[in-house]
C-alpha cells in the first residue's frame, strides 16, 4: 500500500489529498479562495499567495485528520509544479519540501494539467491507458493522446484563450459573476442554443487546434450591436448559442482523432468538463460512434489535491522522483 499526500496551490484553490495507491481518495480537502477574487472579477495572484500561506498549514493537518493518518503513514509527497501563479505554486511546493525533507519520503513534483486527467483514475477504477483525452480549464485547452500513465502526445491545443477563459470572459460581458462558466452552463440549459449564429472555429482543415478568441469578439460584437439597434439581449440564449459553439468544436476534434487513432475511449478533464452540455453531446456522439466517455465527477474536475496525488503516484510508479531542487515552472506544458 502506498499513501501519497498531495498538494495543490497552483491558482485559487488551497487543496491538500490523501491517497491510497493512485486510485482511492482518503482526503480531499478543498479550500476555495473564488469568493475573495470574485470581487476583482478574477484571480489576483498576490492575494492568492497570501492567502494560500494562511490556509495551506491548516489544510495539511486537515486532510492528514480526515484520512486518520499522521506524517508517520505518508509514503509519498506530491505537489503541483506548474503550469499556474509563480507565488501561489511556490507556496505549495515550499511546503511539500519542508514535509518530504521531515519525514524522509520521496519527492513528486506534478504536471497540474496531467494531473486533471489523472483525476480520471480515480473516478473510474478500471481506466487505463491508452485513450484520447480533452483537457479543457480555465487556462488550457489540450488534445492529447494519453499513451501511457505518464506518456501523453500533445496533438492540438488552443491558439489563443482556453475554453475556461472564454467561458470567463464572455460571462463577464454578459454580466455575470467569476467564474462564469458554470453560470453560462446553467443559463444554456433554458436558451436558444440557434437563437445566434456563432462562428465555429476549425482552423485549417487537417488542424486539431483551437481558436476562442474569434468567439469571444463575435459575441463581444452581438452585444454591442444589439444595445447600440436598442435591441433586447436575451442573456440565455445569448449564453446557450455561445457554449454551442464552443462545445461542437471540442466534440467534433476530439472525435476525429479519436477515430483517427482508433481509440475505444475518450477521457475529458479540467473545469470545463463539468459542463452539462459538453457532457450530453460528447455522450450522444459517443453512442452514435460506439466510443466509451468518460469524466470525472464535478469536484473531482476542478482543481483539487486528489488528482494530483494519482499523478504523483504514477510518476512515482515509472520512477520519476524529483529532488529538493524541485522548483516552479509556471508555462510548463503537457509534454
Ligand atoms: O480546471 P479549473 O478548475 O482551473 C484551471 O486549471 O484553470 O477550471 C476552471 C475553469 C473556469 O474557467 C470555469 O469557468 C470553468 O472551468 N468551468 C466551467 C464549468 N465549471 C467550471 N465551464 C463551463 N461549464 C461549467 N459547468
Ligand atoms: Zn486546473
Known sequence: ?????????????????????????????????????????GVVPEVASRKHIENINLIIQEALDEANITFDDVDLVGVTRGPGLVGALLVGISSAKAIAYGINKPLIGVNHIEGHICANYIEHKDLE?????????????????????????????????????????????????????????????????????????????????FSFSGLKTAVLNYLNGAKQKGEEIIVKDVAASFQQAVIEVLVDKTFRLAKERKSNKIVMAGGVAANEGLRNMMESRGREENID???????????????????????????????????VVPNLELR
Open 1 to 41: 500500500m502506498t499513501i501519497t499526500l498531495a498538494i495543490e496551490t497552483s491558482c485559487d484553490e488551497t487543496s491538500c489529498a490523501v491517497i491510497k495507491d493512485g486510485r482511492e481518495v482518503l482526503s480531499n480537502i478543498i479550500s476555495s479562495q473564488i469568493e475573495i477574487h470574485r470581487k476583482f472579477g
Open 129 to 209: 491507458p491508452p485513450f484520447t483525452c480533452l483537457v479543457v480549464s480555465g487556462g488550457h485547452t489540450y488534445l492529447a493522446q494519453a499513451e501511457d500513465y505518464t506518456e501523453y502526445e500533445l496533438v492540438g491545443r488552443t491558439r489563443d484563450d482556453a475554453a475556461g477563459e472564454a467561458f470567463d470572459k464572455v460571462a463577464r460581458a454578459l454580466g455575470l459573476s467569476y467564474p462564469g462558466g458554470p453560470l453560462i452552463d446553467k443559463l444554456s440549459k433554458e436558451g436558444n442554443k440557434d437563437a445566434i449564429d456563432f462562428p465555429r472555429v476549425y482552423l485549417e482543415h487537417d488542424s486539431y487546434d
Open 293 to 327: 466517455i468518460l469524466y470525472p465527477s464535478r469536484i473531482l474536475c476542478t482543481d483539487n489535491a486528489a488528482m494530483i496525488g494519482a499523478a504523483a503516484y504514477f510518476n512515482y510508479m515509472k520512477g520519476r522522483v524529483s529532488d529538493y531542487y524541485l522548483n
